[in-house]
């Protein structure tokens, strides 16, 4: 009996552990804002690091280097590969950087329960979210629906 009364307070303790998360989180998400950035992205591997254009993320790793552009910047590259979708980038401006725990899991979530795909990019102050040009409007629908409010740039 003793055993099941401490099992029960362990469920308890982690009980309000999650609805105290839950509350963080949905105050974050609250404070939170999108913008919806101008262009037509593009996923794009490349054989070298490129030097000219301007050029929204380039990332390099052991095994690739990848760049996202918008289209009208595939000239400047040297692709090996393109993704054959086009994307909206989508800036989300996050109210607490680094100590946001299940932000993206929520947002991620919450796309994906609507039948939509994200790619996610994270640089020092932001996360972005690249989705299918066609799912813009229904995305940006989603990041309301869960509570942050859009900006203009």
Same mark, same amino acid.
Do not use: W
């Given at each position: ?9 362990? =469920? /308890? ?7 105290? &998360?839950? @509350?963080?989180?949905? *105050?974050?998400?609250?404070? +939170?804002?999108?913008?919806? /950035?101008?262009? @037509? ?15 929204? &993320? ?14 009208? %910047?595939?000239?400047? =590259?040297?692709?090996?590969? *393109? %993704?054959?979708? @086009?994307?909206?980038?989508? +800036?989300? @401006? ?19 329960? %609507?039948? &939509? %795909?994200?790619?996610?990019? +994270? ?6 979210? &690249?989705? *299918? ?15 942050? $409010?859009?900006? $203009? *740039?």
């Amino acid at each position: 009996m003793v055993k099941c009364q401490h099992f029960q307070l362990k =469920l /308890i303790t982690f009980t309000v552990l999650i609805l105290i &998360m839950d @509350n963080k989180l949905e *105050r974050i998400i609250k404070n +939170s804002t999108f913008t919806l /950035i101008d262009g @037509n992205y593009v996923y794009a591997k490349v054989s070298k690091v490129p030097t000219k254009g301007k050029h929204f &993320m380039i990332s390099k790793d052991n095994d690739e280097i990848t760049v996202v552009t918008e289209s009208k %910047n595939l000239k400047f =590259l040297d692709i090996m590969e *393109r %993704n054959k979708d @086009n994307y909206s980038l989508i +800036s989300l @401006n996050v109210s607490i950087p680094f100590y946001s725990v299940g932000f993206l899991a929520a947002i991620s979530g919450q796309i994906a329960k %609507n039948g &939509m %795909n994200i790619l996610i990019i +994270s640089t020092y102050s932001k996360d972005y979210v &690249m989705v *299918r040009k066609e799912h813009t409007k229904k995305a940006m629908a989603t990041l309301k629906g869960l509570g942050l $409010s859009k900006t $203009s *740039r």
